[in-house]
């Protein structure tokens, strides 16, 4: 099978290459998905898991990436709940080949079933977004009805699903990004838009929840928006400076079938739209790492035609 695999950590995007592997193993509560379309984040190559399993054992050549929608190809002993032939969804483990190839192994309790209605490359697109923007608004940040958030980051893949889905729990949302985000961010349904670039964090007043992304400064910033009893929750990087009278939270995104099967409903629906940015051949994904020109949603890697 073809797939974009990594094996020198110091050639960074460099060392991403097209190329030829065996046919990956269906283990015990695996399946073998024949993969659609991926998507991926930028900076994965830094990732420990990236280059070691779960003992801590070198594993390159490794396959990056970890969203995923496709169909069942293959079942591993003792697996159930899936079937060969079925759409999926979902993510592949962090220590394991990923999805930038044209089948890969995958826990079958990290998918749920894709309706058929939704297409592949807008299905790859919501698994690490989803879920984040899920987890950490609700699950960590505790957000609830009539409460306020701000949501940094809000034309990115998280950021966007995070907004809409604060809206529709019934919360107050502010969106921040840069000055061509605005129509973007007020368009997914946010109250008020900050300007990162023009405008003054500070006088946002406070909230009950800041969801980050970004980190660095921003997010040292961001501990004096929130209001006593309120959370800062962040995926970017662990909290130095506390809330006053508030809580911090870092965390790293976990799979969660119920969940998924639940954000993919809502995109059946109309309720989620993922927004997606360029799509792509397998062959350039490794032209897709590099750094360049930003653009808004997330980056989809077409690995099999519907």
């Excluded at 984040?41 to 003992?55: A, H, I, M, V, Y």
């Excluded at 070198?58 to 496709?70: C, F, M, Y």
């Amino acid at each position: 099978m073809r797939a974009i695999t990594v094996q020198d950590r110091d050639a960074g995007v460099g060392g991403l290459t097209l190329t030829d592997l065996p046919h990956p193993h269906a283990a015990e509560n695996d399946v073998v998905v024949r993969v659609h379309a991926a998507g991926f984040t930028p900076g994965e190559l830094s990732w420990p898991g990236t280059w070691t399993d779960r003992s801590g054992h070198d594993r390159t050549p490794s396959v990056p990436g970890h969203e995923l929608s496709g169909v069942v190809a293959e079942l591993g002993y003792g697996t159930t709940g899936l079937t060969v032939g079925q759409r999926v969804f979902g993510l592949t483990d962090w220590t394991r080949d990923g999805s930038l190839a044209e089948y890969t192994a995958v826990e079958a309790r990290n998918l749920a079933p894709l309706p058929a209605d939704v297409d592949h490359v807008t299905a790859a697109a919501l698994p690490i977004s989803g879920l984040t923007a899920w987890q950490g608004l609700f699950d960590h940040g505790r957000l609830t009805t009539g409460q306020s958030v701000l949501v940094h980051g809000a034309a990115g893949g998280v950021g966007s699903i995070a907004v809409q889905l604060a809206r529709e729990a019934g919360a107050r949302v502010i969106g921040t990004g840069r000055t061509g985000d605005r129509d973007t961010v007020l368009g997914l349904g946010a109250d008020t838009f900050v300007d990162l670039q023009a405008e003054r964090l500070e006088e946002t007043g406070h909230v009950d929840v800041v969801f980050d992304v970004i980190g660095g400064e921003i997010l040292d910033r961001s501990t004096a928006l929130v209001r006593p009893g309120g959370t800062l929750v962040t995926i970017a990087q662990p909290v130095t400076v506390q809330p006053a009278n508030g809580r911090a939270v870092f965390f790293v995104v976990e799979p969660d079938r119920t969940r998924l099967a639940d954000l993919a409903a809502r995109l059946r629906d109309g309720r989620l739209t993922p927004i997606v940015g360029s799509v792509r051949p397998l062959a350039e994904a490794a032209a897709a790492f590099a750094p360049g020109k930003r653009t808004p949603g997330k980056t989809i890697i077409r690995v099999t035609e519907d």
